[in-house]
C-alpha cells in the first residue's frame, strides 16, 4: 500500500479498494495518533434480528486496525503492506445502533520498536487491541485481539 498520512487518505484507500468497506459504509471517525475509531452504520450492517451483524462487526474491528497500523507507518515515512496474521473475537453483548470499533497497540506493544525492526529486517509484527461499544452504559460488544505483519515494499 502506499503511505497512508491522514485518516482522509485512509477513509478513501479503504473505500475505493474495498468493496466490502463499501457496501458497510466505512468512516474514519476519529484518530487522536494512537487510537483509530472507524464507524459504519446499522442500515447496512444489520442483521434478521435487528442488531449489528457479527460478520460486520469483525469486519469493522480488522479494518480500524489494519487502519491503525498503516497510518503509524505512513507518519513514519514507511511504506509496507500490511497483513493481519491471526485474530480472536468475543461477541459480548448485541449492537442497536451505529457501530464504533476503537483500535490501538495491544498492552505492552511499542510503535517505535515496530517501526525500527520494520527498517531493519524488512518485516514487523505488532498486537493490536480492538472493541465495539454497546451503547447500554459503556459495555463492551466485542473484544478484538489481534496481530497484524508489515512488510517493507520498496525503498
Known amino acids: 500500500m502506499n503511505e497512508v498520512v491522514d485518516t482522509l487518505a485512509l477513509e478513501r484507500h479503504i473505500r475505493e479498494t474495498i468493496p466490502l468497506a463499501r457496501a458497510m459504509d466505512v468512516t474514519v471517525a476519529d484518530y487522536d495518533g494512537t487510537r483509530l475509531v472507524l464507524a459504519a452504520p446499522l442500515a ?54 451505529e457501530i464504533l470499533a476503537e483500535a490501538g497497540a495491544a498492552p505492552g506493544e511499542s510503535w517505535d520498536a515496530f517501526c525500527s525492526t520494520l527498517r531493519v ?14 451503547a ?12 497484524f505483519v508489515a512488510k517493507a515494499t520498496g525503498a
Open 121 to 134: 529486517r524488512g518485516r514487523a509484527r505488532i498486537a493490536v487491541h480492538a472493541e465495539v461499544a454497546a
Open 44 to 97: 447496512p450492517n444489520v442483521n434478521d434480528k435487528g442488531c449489528a451483524f457479527g460478520g460486520s462487526m469483525i469486519s469493522l474491528l480488522t479494518l480500524a486496525g489494519w487502519g491503525l497500523v498503516n497510518l503509524k507507518l505512513g507518519a513514519a515515512g514507511i511504506t509496507a503492506d500490511v497483513y493481519i496474521q491471526d485474530s480472536t473475537i468475543n461477541y459480548l453483548s448485541p449492537v442497536w445502533d
Open 136 to 147: 447500554e452504559g459503556g459495555l463492551v460488544a466485542a473484544r478484538f485481539t489481534s496481530r
